[in-house]
């Protein structure tokens, strides 16, 4: 099993443009999280979801978008880069919310 | 909203020295789960607490979770230089749906 697969890894965007963040998962978990982490800190979450057609905000939800069409896809859109975007991002899942997170390898962003 | 507080920040130790991390949440959890990131990497799993007064072991390293459901903690007896990273812990609020993390413990280990 592949897990949790994460693209790109890393990625260098201008300001302004805009770009989806990929994140696929083959364990056919119901639950699936974006957060980010800023260097040196903790994970903030970004948006989660709960199973296919369900997606709700975390705590850092502004400047980004995300839809859940199937179980396995839960990609992440930036609209328009700023630079307090830049961080790593990670995708994860699990079975349930009480359950263990996998984490994917993550995205390096940086934006110029 | 709910709010994980981790202590301390930083930990620099020797060696064989011991370990201990603490996470404190504002509102009473369901269940805490600790998390390992090494240096470049993403958090793994390590264990999850459910009881209130649990206490769990994995070799060197001791997990505890509070009378209360509010704060938990780790300890790695003899630090080894393998044990290099941010450690986390993420706690849920009965049928919150999602975990909130605390900002980690970073250990570095001197040899």
């Known amino acids: 099993n592949a897990g949790v697969t994460q693209t790109p890894k890393f990625r260098i965007l201008k300001i302004g443009q805009s770009m989806t963040l990929q994140c696929t998962q083959d364990m056919n978990h119901n639950y699936m999280y974006w957060y980010r982490q800023d260097p040196g800190m903790g994970l903030k979450l970004i948006y989660y979801?709960?199973?296919?057609?369900?997606?709700d905000k975390g705590e850092v939800p502004n400047g980004y978008n995300v839809s859940r069409s199937t179980t396995e896809d839960f990609p992440l859109r930036l609209e328009l880069a700023a630079p307090s975007q830049t961080s790593v991002y990670f995708c994860?899942?699990?079975?349930?919310?009480?359950?263990?997170?996998?984490f994917g390898d993550g995205t390096r962003l940086s934006i110029l | 909203g709910q709010q994980v507080m981790q202590i301390p920040q930083y930990q620099h130790v020797q060696e064989g020295e011991d370990f201990t991390t603490y996470c404190n949440s504002s509102?009473?959890?369901?269940?805490i789960q600790w998390y390992k990131q090494r240096p470049g990497g993403h958090p793994v799993f390590l264990i999850q607490?459910?009881?209130?007064?649990e206490v769990k072991k994995q070799k060197r390293l001791t997990f505890q979770f509070g009378e209360a459901k509010k704060n938990s903690s780790l300890h790695i007896t003899a630090t080894q230089t393998t044990d290099v990273g941010t450690y986390f812990c993420?706690?849920?609020?009965?049928?919150?749906?999602?975990?909130?993390f605390g900002d980690g413990t970073t250990l570095t280990v001197k040899p």
């Open positions: 993420a706690g849920e609020n009965t049928n919150a749906g999602k975990s909130t």
């Open positions: 994860a899942s699990s079975p349930l919310s009480n359950q263990p997170q996998h």
């Open positions: 979801s709960v199973g296919a057609g369900i997606t």
């Open positions: 509102t009473t959890l369901s269940n």
């Open positions: 607490l459910v009881k209130s007064g």
